[in-house]
């Protein structure tokens, strides 16, 4: 793909999708590993420190599945960016910001579920 798309519009796209990618990774990341230590520590709270104890286990497991979700949540407006950047010809947007901005102005928040 890197190779089509470095032979079609150039290194400068090659790059600034690289940095859309980036972005995105770097966005998912600090919510994943954010969330979960949040979560782990807001689920243990709730469930007292006994039942944490007793149930830490399944109590991990349901941090790291809301964190994952609210990641997940959180890399959608990057990755419909991306996409859109990699798949219309001349290129959608001139990198990311400037596709975030160009997708709420045109369909609002609900264009990055689209």
Same mark, same amino acid.
Do not use: H, W
């Given at each position: 793909?890197?190779?089509?798309?470095l032979?079609?519009?150039?290194?400068?796209?090659?790059?600034?999708?690289?940095? *859309?990618?980036?972005?995105?990774?770097?966005?998912?990341? =600090?919510?994943?590993?954010?969330?979960?230590?949040?979560?782990?520590?807001? &689920?243990?709270? !709730? =469930?007292?420190?006994?039942?944490? &104890?007793?149930?830490? *286990?399944?109590?991990? !497991?349901?941090a790291?599945?809301?964190?994952?979700?609210? =990641?997940?949540?959180?890399?959608?407006?990057?990755?419909?960016?991306?996409?859109?950047?990699? @798949? *219309?010809?001349?290129?959608?947007?001139?990198? @990311?910001?400037?596709?975030?901005?160009?997708?709420?102005?045109?369909?609002?928040?609900?264009? &990055? =579920?689209?």
């Open positions: 793909m890197e190779s089509y798309v032979r079609l519009f150039g290194m400068l796209e090659l790059v600034n999708q690289s940095f *859309t990618m980036a972005n995105a990774l770097q966005a998912q990341g =600090a919510f994943k590993y954010g969330g979960y230590e949040f979560f782990k520590k807001f &689920y243990s709270d !709730l =469930a007292g420190p006994d039942a944490a &104890y007793k149930y830490k *286990t399944s109590l991990y !497991l349901v790291s599945a809301s964190a994952e979700f609210i =990641a997940d949540i959180a890399l959608c407006p990057f990755e419909a960016v991306k996409v859109r950047m990699q @798949t *219309t010809i001349p290129p959608f947007a001139s990198g @990311t910001l400037n596709g975030l901005s160009i997708i709420t102005a045109k369909e609002g928040t609900a264009g &990055y =579920a689209s």
